[in-house]
């Protein structure tokens, strides 16, 4: 996850974001680090032939009017350029100038080469250049992944789904079923999440989805088109907003500038096809490109019921079009939308003995994000990114309770049954988002470099939602708690900026300092969040890095209207505290060690049930059971240590280790600080892969996570009332078995007319463990029920380009 592999290139010569807001935008109109200005940086170190540092060498992008002079550590480093492929020319102080091949850069990395000089009298050897190692920008410090497309494309364990792929990295969980891509992150809530794909940020990635959760079934990002995923989990930089766990980033590939071409695929997420192709390549080098990929499950096409009373139908679209303008302007349009609908509930073959077979439920929903993004370089001096996006998503689900009104008697139709079963939740909603924002970043004297930009978020909600028998929840012993009827449609706005500046104070010190400032209008309250960070390299390759920061987070629309009293909440606070060593013998090995603490201040929690919070809940898609009255009086906190071992792929073996050893606390109105849900005090997971040959390639994941806390049921209370009731003298006081699975996949890659065409077959939880998932209350035999995760699973797939 940190850098690519570093092959070796025969060269000819070598090379081995109010008043803040303005204030802001007119003294620095400056940006974030990241991808959030989409250019990225190339550096590293100048040598003479025997190895000495080579000071004085004049390093430059062609094409470009950015260079950089090596210090007296040979070091140089040339920054803000676009994204894509760059010859370098080297000026030493001694000889001729020469020419790289064309290097590689990427959004939002620093890729580090090595340069090589010639001898002045033997200058027509031929030398080595190391391709760019890829690593996550100064700003930073720790808890940062970078994962490669291959790693989620090949993986046994991800499905070609990068939600899926990251809930193997340190500090990340899954929810209580493996069915659903949640990504909980240290103790957090999958709420706590921020996605944002080629600098739009987009609500939920995934199909299935609710606006009360950001995770669901599989994602809708096609990882074929992925080019760079970075992905942080705790002490991330101020550009980053309204979210206090983590930043998933994905920078999507350009089409190929060259010529028209395509891809078949098909797997977990259904069968598709991607095409490609230059712009204006008419007269010469083409000045941009443009790439589609379309998706669509196919199960329906087979059968109406896959076991729940139904089928999933999802349909899934990404686009990029990229153009240059000039050498210094580019612009780009993103587009990621899904249409999905699913029945589940009692069918002719539903077995009864499942809680499945008391409802009747269907959904269908759509969403869809679109970006332009215009990016101006400034030469050496900065770069500059404007980006305008919308979003826009619906929800509709009907859920009827087949048992509401007592046990259906046996023999009855179950169309029957259904029609005569009560509405007990109705939901017909939207959410629009609309955001302008700017990114600068400046290379200031003072300074190595100062970031700074500013966002304006217009919301439009439209809520129609219904709960007229109210909820049972199991957390009351009273039934049909807090009925509500929703009808409402409004704007909001929020407004957001930062500042932030990065400088080397010593040769082996660089330290990042900012902060940033939001206002929420819908709960009429700005906050401002202060965040630091320091890298120390102690060594060539051993670093000690530190980071501390205040996050905030609005609680979700639906939360904040669906009862007149949750227009009091305010946002909640996480503190992040992070600190750890990072050693990186070469380039192909990083070992890191890390601890952290993640202190929660302000969390919602529910009014009438004193032990519930907020924090607890957000992977499901019961909406209904996690609707209720709601306070700012919530605590908690998540600490923990973390290992991670990396080996990226040099020539056949690549993987990656993690150990977690995390404790995690949240208390509801009552105060008393409970273990939290997703509270996993030890977490393993191994992974990786072996390049048999050219042809074949096997890989596997082992994943083991000891019990998260459940509460038990209050058996007699229960059977008296016939629905799930927990005992609240117990909350979160048992713990479940350990959860472990292992995934396995075989790649085998053909020639078909000349071109590759991959076929991949695997099983996932090959042992078939009956992992634990839950307990439910069966209400129609009344009675618990051990709730399962995903048993033995088959995937079958392919991909071939044409």
Request: net charge neutral.
């Amino acid at each position: 996850m940190t850098a690519v592999t570093r092959p070796t290139f025969a060269f000819r010569p070598s090379i081995s974001f109010a008043l803040a807001a303005v204030m802001l935008i007119l003294l620095c109109t400056s940006a974030a680090a990241q991808d959030t200005t989409g250019v990225g940086a190339i550096g590293g170190v100048v040598v003479n032939a025997v190895g000495q540092a080579a000071e004085g060498v004049r390093v430059c992008a062609l094409d470009t009017s950015s260079c950089a002079t090596s210090d007296a550590r040979g070091v140089f480093r040339i920054g803000e350029l676009r994204a894509g492929r760059y010859r370098l020319e080297i000026l030493p102080l001694e000889g001729l100038p020469f020419s790289t091949e064309p290097v590689d850069v990427r959004a939002g990395l620093d890729g580090t080469v090595e340069i090589t000089l010639p001898t002045v009298d033997d200058f027509q050897q031929t030398v080595t250049v190391t391709a760019p190692e890829f690593r996550a920008p100064e700003a930073v410090k720790n808890s940062g992944f970078l994962v490669a497309p291959r790693e989620i494309l090949k993986s046994a364990a991800a499905l070609q789904d990068v939600s899926r792929y990251v809930q193997g990295l340190p500090g990340v969980v899954i929810g209580t079923n493996d069915f659903r891509n949640d990504i909980i992150v240290r103790g957090g809530s999958p709420l706590e999440n921020l996605f944002v794909v080629d600098n739009v940020e987009i609500p939920n990635i995934n199909a299935f989805a609710n606006f009360a959760s950001a995770g669901g079934t599989v994602s809708l990002l096609d990882a074929e088109l992925l080019q760079d995923v970075t992905f942080l989990t705790g002490g991330y930089p101020a550009p980053f907003l309204n979210r206090t766990s983590s930043v998933l980033q994905v920078t999507q590939r350009e089409g190929s500038r060259k010529e028209f071409g395509g891809w078949a695929t098909l797997g977990f997420a259904g069968a598709g096809a991607i095409v490609e192709g230059p712009i204006g390549a008419g007269t010469g080098t083409a000045k941009g490109s443009w790439v589609v990929s379309a998706r669509r499950s196919f199960l329906d096409l087979f059968t109406d019921d896959v076991g729940f009373g139904g089928v999933p139908v999802v349909y899934a679209l990404n686009a990029k079009a990229v153009y240059d303008l000039t050498p210094r302007d580019r612009i780009w349009l993103v587009n990621i939308a899904g249409v999905d609908e699913i029945r589940l509930g009692l069918s002719e073959s539903t077995d009864l003995d499942e809680e499945i077979a008391n409802f009747d439920i269907r959904y269908d929903g759509w969403r869809s994000a679109t970006g332009f993004n215009w990016q101006r370089t400034f030469g050496s001096r900065g770069v500059g990114l404007l980006g305008i996006s919308h979003s826009q998503a619906k929800v509709g689900q009907q859920v009827k309770d087949l048992v509401a009104q007592g046990v259906p008697p046996p023999g009855v139709p179950p169309d029957a049954v259904i029609a005569q079963s009560p509405v007990v939740y109705l939901e017909d909603s939207r959410e629009g988002e609309t955001t302008v924002k700017y990114d600068l970043t400046l290379h200031l004297p003072l300074f190595d470099t100062v970031q700074a930009g500013g966002s304006f978020k217009t919301f439009r909600i439209d809520y129609t939602v219904e709960s007229p028998y109210g909820n049972d929840t199991p957390y009351s012993p009273v039934a049909g708690i807090d009925p509500f009827y929703l009808d409402t449609q409004f704007r909001s706005y929020q407004l957001g900026a930062y500042l932030q500046a990065s400088k080397r104070v010593a040769s082996r010190v660089n330290i990042t300092l900012g902060g940033r400032v939001d206002h929420y209008a819908i709960l009429s309250k700005a906050r401002f969040s202060p965040r630091a960070g320091v890298n120390v390299r102690l060594t060539d390759t051993l670093s000690w890095n530190s980071s501390a920061g205040s996050y905030y987070q609005q609680p979700a629309f639906l939360f904040v209207t669906a009862f007149p009293q949750n227009g009091s909440l305010v946002p909640w606070r996480a503190r992040h505290y992070v600190t750890g060593l990072a050693w990186s013998p070469d380039a192909s090995l990083r070992l890191t060690a890390e601890t952290y603490r993640k202190t929660y201040t302000d969390y919602p929690v529910a009014s009438d049930l004193p032990t519930v919070s907020l924090a607890n809940i957000g992977d499901t898609f019961n909406v209904r059971e996690i609707l209720f009255p709601l306070t700012s009086a919530g605590e908690g906190y998540s600490q923990g240590v973390e290992l991670f071992v990396e080996k990226r792929l040099t020539s056949k073996l690549y993987g990656q280790g993690n150990l977690s050893i995390a404790r995690t606390r949240h208390a509801g109105l009552d105060g008393v600080l409970r273990p939290g849900s997703f509270d996993y005090p030890l977490v393993f997971n191994l992974l990786g892969g072996y390049r048999l040959s050219p042809s074949w390639e096997l890989s596997a994941r082992l994943s083991f996570l000891s019990g998260r806390p459940f509460t038990p049921y209050n058996q007699p209370i229960s059977t008296q009332q016939r629905r799930g009731v927990y005992d609240l003298t117990r909350v979160n006081a048992e713990r479940a078995p350990d959860y472990s699975r292992i995934d396995i996949r075989v790649d085998r890659t053909f020639s078909v007319s000349g071109q590759p065409l991959n076929v991949f077959f695997g099983v996932q939880n090959v042992t078939n463990r009956r992992n634990f998932a839950s307990y439910n209350w069966n209400r129609r035999t009344n009675s618990q029920q051990f709730g399962e995760q995903q048993g033995l699973f088959p995937i079958l797939g392919f991909d071939w380009r044409f």
